[in-house]
């Protein structure tokens, strides 16, 4: 009986190290989330089933779904497929998600975190669970959004993360969250100002808003075309909806903007014409350029990667974020 048993035991860690072997990429942090929570799977068991077919490694232990049905549909059949170190992930689609964060001890602030990838992927380690652990070592509670890529179907990023946002607003007493802001990177920058001034309802409108290195504009002279394509396909139409300077109001929330002048993927404009926006409107905002940095350096600092593109001004950065979400 003792044999069977040791062989049994054998057979379950080999198959665990079986599948952890199926990851190709995990981040430099081992922080995981407390709950993952899937949009359109049907049903919880399904969700669970989802949890072994995507290439993510990142995911709480157990899986929820709300068991919504989309309104829109994306086009995209092919596989999850992450494809590099820092999380970057193919073709999110049905199993579009949000892994939710809960710190020690709460500070009573939250933030939806929207990684970011030109719309056409989504950098969810430096853009996503290394913010979380950053944030949640200060007491933010914190949802990294894995949404659904647009595949030129412009409406289907802001629905997701609207969809989170309603249901951390759900849930925020439970929580002890009294504030609940938008964290946006690059594409994902856009995604969150578009959640600032895009929004539906009180449900829907952040509290305050974290940009970093953000696309605003889609088209020249200074708009990022590459993510302006892959949001909007053939909509030219609504292309102007989606310029986000001119979609300012002075209901816009307060907005913290940080840039770098050697950014040569996304033109440092974008993030000025939004902070010129805001000034002409009233609205509370700050905004910071660092003279080098280029582009994507995120949270991947010091604590995970010894060549920080930030460098010498990380700790200056990180301090001034600090003092301005203090101010909140």
């Known amino acids: 009986m003792k044999k069977i048993v040791v062989a049994i035991l054998a057979i379950c860690i080999a198959s665990g190290l079986q599948a952890k072997t199926t990851y190709k990429f995990y981040p430099k942090t081992d922080l995981r989330p407390d709950k993952t929570v899937f949009l359109y799977v049907p049903t919880a068991k399904e969700a669970k089933k989802a949890l072994k077919t995507i290439s993510d490694p990142v995911h709480a232990r157990k899986a929820e779904t709300l068991g919504l049905t989309m309104a829109v549909e994306s086009g995209l059949d092919e596989p ?7 999380g970057a992930t193919l073709n999110i689609n049905k199993f579009a998600r949000f892994d939710l964060y809960f710190p020690k001890n709460p500070n009573g602030k939250m933030f939806v975190v929207c990684p970011g990838g030109g719309y056409n992927c989504v950098c969810h380690y430096i853009e996503g669970i290394y913010a979380a652990d950053w944030l949640t070592e ?14 030129g179907h412009p409406t289907i990023p802001l629905t997701d993360v609207q969809t989170v946002m309603r249901y951390c607003r759900e849930h925020q007493a439970e929580w002890g969250v009294e ?59 609504l292309r102007p909806k989606y310029e986000l300077h001119n979609q300012v109001t002075a209901d816009t929330p307060p907005s913290f903007i940080v840039l770098t002048s050697d950014d040569r993927e996304v033109n440092p404009l974008n993030g000025i014409s939004f902070y010129k926006a ?33 460098g010498a001004a990380r700790d200056d950065f990180f301090a001034t974020l600090e003092r301005w979400l203090n101010t909140l």
Not at 196 to 222: E, G, H, M, N
């Open 80 to 86: 999850e497929n992450m494809f590099d170190p820092n």
């Open 138 to 151: 200060r007491g933010y509670t914190v949802a990294v959004v894995k949404y659904r890529l647009p595949n």
């Open 179 to 237: 504030k609940l802001g938008i964290m946006g990177f690059s594409a994902g920058g856009h995604l969150a100002a578009s959640a600032s001034v895009l929004y539906d309802d009180d449900a829907t409108r952040p509290d305050y808003s974290v940009l970093f290195y953000p696309v605003i504009s889609l088209q020249p002279p200074f708009g990022h075309i590459y993510t302006g394509n892959k949001l909007m396909g053939d909509n030219d139409g």
């Open 278 to 310: 805001l000034l002409w409107h009233g609205v509370k905002a700050e905004i910071h350029c660092y003279q080098t940095g280029i582009h994507g350096f995120g949270f991947d600092y010091y604590k995970f990667n010894p060549n920080d593109w930030l």
